[in-house]
């Protein structure tokens, strides 16, 4: 889609427009596959649509929405992080023993604690993509070894057990406000705060900018090191909040925690729309990413088919949605050279 | 006399001068480390990532990345294992999943080059849907009574010694392709390709194919490791090799390859491949957990990107500088 909104940005009057509609109708794809899913699970097994399973639905979709909000900023400027997963584990561990030794600890200070140490992760990546002039690729696939093997060196074999974090830290994850629970809360706060910087604010545009044409955004004067840098503090911060989100609903936390999660990260991103080439998506497409694939591993489960279908269906899912996304490109490219001609 | 200059400062040299020096400081300081069985494992140990890491090369160096390995290599060893409790020979099985391995190469050459794909995105979904299918196949089973014949021969050594079977296969393979990558037209081409490939195209490359293939042997490749991995711990298993794409990729990188293709030699990779075995192993022997060493590789990858940028770095100020020095001299 990059290649589409460059060509748009040279071609096309208008440009707003244009892009808004594309990336409408991708979104609009999701929500219908959503829609069909849901139909269609909801049909042969009316349990499905259950306040339990939903709940349950919700919960698991929460904490991969928030690093997917994170993913996709840094998607849409062009750059990927790989360290998400290993990030998580930092924070879940060191907050979940943070709060075994000091049981009075409020929650405000947990999530704090969590989003100071996925920050200070993502000043190191962003430094070392922006300053150290090392692709995104290469520097965040070191640091995912790196914080993972940080944790490892510090927690090592041990783990901290649900018994062990005081109580008001293991209800936060299934209390809930008004019937909704905290955990979504949080990630339709995360969503609707990123989308909208990410939509609304001047930073956002640039960051848009920046992953269309690193090139072009530099000359037009956007400071690139400082957006680099907001681009990875905001995924790692929320990758550390999604630490403190991950140890307060499942208690027992060990240094492998998360371990793997950036794939699943990444997957609802693209899933949502955002191009992995940067310049193109949004937030709360990402947000629906993560829903959808949470969906299909409970439709799956409900359904009773062999819940090892879901990893080769996410794998289709991301092919297909790369597929979807080039078809759309080398459409608008082809109008937009067409109707030039005329001009 | 520039151009061995220009081969003396590049990383390769340096990475393989580093892994030399490692090598002797390990088998001096390092208790059991020079051990006729210990190197027997470390051969066994690097055997799957060096062989992907063959492959690997080419593609980096036109400037593409193949994630998809690791679970080409499980989804290979699910099937060997099924086709096995099918009844299969094994003697049938070992080059059917080579030729399978090579068709889920095809799959990822297809979509990143005939539609066009970025090969990142495409091989993170391959990867996850290749993984998917090892599951379907095999589930959470393991099959594991393989012939002894054949998991012996690759567990076992020359003669008894300290050296494994399957070095010769290592050896031979990258034989074949240090000879293909440095002393062909075709072994040229990749590196046109990656420093640029409309160039490439318009200079008579038929880039298209070239991935294409260069997606099918790595395919081939991964079945292959994945046929290996499975004798060796004589268990097929659907997650298999789980994670091994990351280690192939950050070996390739240490060993000088650019991420952004064009640059890289087969022997800086080997030596990536060795250095980051020989640590592991090591510091092992040392009692430092085989998850901490995480860290290990994942500052060494960073460093091994970052280095050569500072020094490029320092290297085109100062000769700003000198520049800048000469006309005041003048006047």
């Known amino acids: 889609m990059s290649v589409a909104t460059a060509e748009i940005r040279k071609n096309d009057k208008k440009p707003r427009l244009r892009i808004g509609y594309v990336v409408r109708q991708r979104e609009m794809g999701i929500v219908l596959a959503l829609v069909v899913l849901v139909a269609y699970t909801a049909i042969n097994q009316p349990r499905f649509l259950g306040s339990q399973s939903i709940t349950d639905i919700l919960l698991n979709t929460a904490i991969l929405a928030v690093l997917a909000s994170g993913m996709a900023v840094v998607v849409i400027t062009r750059h990927i992080d790989l360290s998400v997963g290993s990030v998580l584990g930092l924070s879940a561990f060191t907050v979940a023993t943070v709060m075994q030794d000091n049981q009075g600890l409020p929650m405000v200070a947990a999530l704090g604690l969590g989003l100071a140490i996925g920050a200070v992760a993502g000043v190191v990546n962003g430094a070392l993509v922006h300053f150290g002039n090392v692709p995104a690729l290469v520097v965040t696939l070191g640091t995912m070894y790196a914080y993972r093997g940080l944790t490892y060196s510090w927690a090592g074999g041990q783990q901290v057990t649900a018994d062990e974090v005081p109580r008001h830290f293991l ?173 | 006399m520039s151009e061995l200059r220009g081969r003396l400062a590049s990383w390769d040299t340096v990475i393989i001068g580093v892994t030399v020096a490692v090598l002797i400081a390990a088998t001096a300081g390092v208790e059991n480390f020079g051990n006729g069985t210990n190197f027997t494992f470390l051969i066994l140990d690097l055997l799957p990532i060096a062989l992907i890491a063959l492959p690997m090369t080419m593609i980096v160096i036109t400037g593409e990345i193949d994630l998809s390995v690791a679970s080409t290599l499980g989804l290979t060893s699910a099937i060997m294992g099924d086709l096995w409790n099918r009844g299969l020979t094994i003697e049938m099985i070992i080059p059917l999943c080579v030729l399978i391995g090579a068709l889920l190469g095809a799959v990822n050459g297809v979509l990143i080059n005939r539609l066009g794909l970025p090969s990142l995105a495409v091989t993170i979904g391959t990867l996850a849907l290749y993984r998917g299918l090892a599951l379907v196949v095999l589930g959470d089973a393991a099959v594991a009574d393989f012939p002894w014949a054949f998991t012996g021969w690759v567990t076992g050594t020359i003669g008894g010694g300290p050296i494994p079977n399957v070095l010769i296969v290592l050896v031979v393979l990258a034989v074949i392709f240090g000879v293909v990558l440095h002393a062909t037209p075709f072994g040229r081409s990749l590196f046109a390709i990656g420093a640029n490939d409309q160039a490439a195209r318009f200079s008579g490359v038929d880039v298209a194919r070239t991935k294409f293939w260069l997606y099918v042997v790595s395919g081939a490749i991964a079945g292959l490791a994945g046929v290996l991995w499975t004798l060796r711990y004589s268990s097929a298993r659907a997650d298999n090799g789980a994670g091994l794409e990351l280690a192939v990729v950050a070996a390739v990188l240490l060993g000088g390859v650019s991420i952004f293709g064009g640059r890289g030699s087969l022997w800086g990779v080997l030596s990536g491949v060795l250095l980051l075995a020989v640590l592991q192993n090591a510091l092992r022997l040392q009692d430092v957990s085989g998850q901490a060493l995480n860290i290990v590789t994942g500052v060494l990858l960073i460093a091994s990107v970052l280095l050569p940028n500072i020094i490029t770095g320092v290297r085109d100020s100062l000769h700003r500088r000198r520049l800048r020095a000469v006309p005041v001299k003048s006047s």
């Open chain 1, 171 to 343: 209800r936060f994850a299934n209390s809930a406000l008004l019937g909704v629970p905290w955990l979504v809360l949080i990630a339709l706060v995360v969503i609707a705060g990123v989308g909208l910087m990410m939509r609304n604010y001047r930073i956002g545009r640039e960051l848009y900018a920046m992953g269309s044409s690193p090139h072009a955004a530099g000359l037009a004067g956007i400071r690139i090191a400082r957006n680099t840098l907001v681009a990875f503090v905001i995924s790692g911060a929320l990758a550390g909040l999604g630490g403190v989100l991950y140890a307060s609903r499942f208690g027992t936390v060990d240094a492998s925690s998360g371990n793997g999660y950036e794939l699943q990260v990444v997957a609802a991103v693209v899933v949502g729309g955002v191009a992995v080439f940067g310049g193109s998506g949004t937030i709360w497409g990402a947000g629906l990413g993560a829903l959808l694939l949470t969906v299909i591993g409970s439709a799956l489960a409900v359904l009773d088919i062999n819940q090892f279908w879901q990893q080769a269906i996410v794998g289709a899912l991301i092919v297909l949605a790369i597929g979807a996304d080039r078809l759309v490109a080398v459409r608008i490219a082809r109008s937009l050279r067409k109707r030039d001609s005329h001009v």
